[in-house]
Structure formats: structure tokens, C-alpha cells
């Protein structure tokens, strides 16, 4: 079982910025960011295919979040720009173990791997 582990949460002031990491022990096909802030269910975030060409985003972080991969490391990051309050959340990452066409970036049960999470607070 491959395993995702996340780093570069923390505590922030709105505007500043954020890089997160998440570094697989195997291979990884598609990968993404989701966040689940407090009371509230999982989100969609951001993903990226296989091939790093195609990358998908949440409509509430269009412009703000960057996401891009480094196959040759098997790490997935998250540039994270203009942080707002409502960017609070445990961030986690997924990934494809195995490869798959036609993958909806978005949806949540394209991914079998998922990391434990890590912290964002953007403090106002």
C-alpha cells in the first residue's frame, strides 16, 4: 500500500502564502487536494493527471492555489497564495495507485490513497 504523507500546514495571516507538500512511497497516477474545514464535509480542492498537463480547481480557489507534481520525487505540492480565513481546513492528499483513464479529477472516490492531513490556519 503506497502512503501519502503531507507537510507545510500551519498558522497564517489572510494574505500570505503556503506550500504543501505530499510525498508518496510508490508511484501515483492522478493526485489532488482536498480540505475539510471545521464542521464541515470534504472538499474538492485541486488535482493533476498523471502527466502534470491537466490540472483541475475548486471554483473557491481559482487564481489563488497552484498545484503541481515532480513524478521524478513522487511528490505532489500545493502553492497556496492570498490566504483567506475560509482556506482553514485539514488539508489531505490523494492519489491513484493505479492508472485509469477518463479520471474526474474532483471526485473523491477516483483516489485509493490518501494521506493523513495537515493544518491550514489563516488567521484574520
Known amino acids: 500500500q503506497v502512503q501519502l504523507v503531507e507537510s507545510g500546514g500551519g498558522l497564517v495571516q489572510a494574505g500570505d502564502s503556503l506550500r504543501l507538500s505530499c510525498a508518496a512511497s510508490?508511484?501515483?497516477?492522478?493526485m489532488a487536494w482536498f480540505r475539510q474545514a471545521p464542521g464541515k464535509e470534504r472538499e474538492f480542492a485541486a488535482g493533476?493527471?498523471?502527466?502534470?498537463?491537466?490540472?483541475y480547481y475548486a471554483d473557491a480557489v481559482k487564481g489563488r492555489f497552484t498545484i503541481s507534481r515532480d513524478s521524478a520525487k513522487n511528490t505532489v505540492y500545493l502553492q497556496l497564495n492570498s490566504l483567506k480565513p475560509e482556506d482553514t481546513a485539514v488539508y489531505y492528499c490523494?492519489?491513484?495507485?493505479?492508472?485509469?483513464?477518463?479520471?474526474?479529477?474532483?471526485?473523491?472516490?477516483?483516489?485509493?490513497?490518501w494521506g493523513q492531513g495537515t493544518q491550514v490556519t489563516v488567521s484574520s
Open positions: 490523494a492519489g491513484q495507485s493505479k492508472l485509469r483513464l477518463g479520471v474526474i479529477l474532483h471526485r473523491g472516490s477516483e483516489y485509493d490513497c
Open positions: 510508490g508511484t501515483m497516477y492522478a
Open positions: 493533476i493527471s498523471w502527466s502534470g498537463t491537466t490540472t
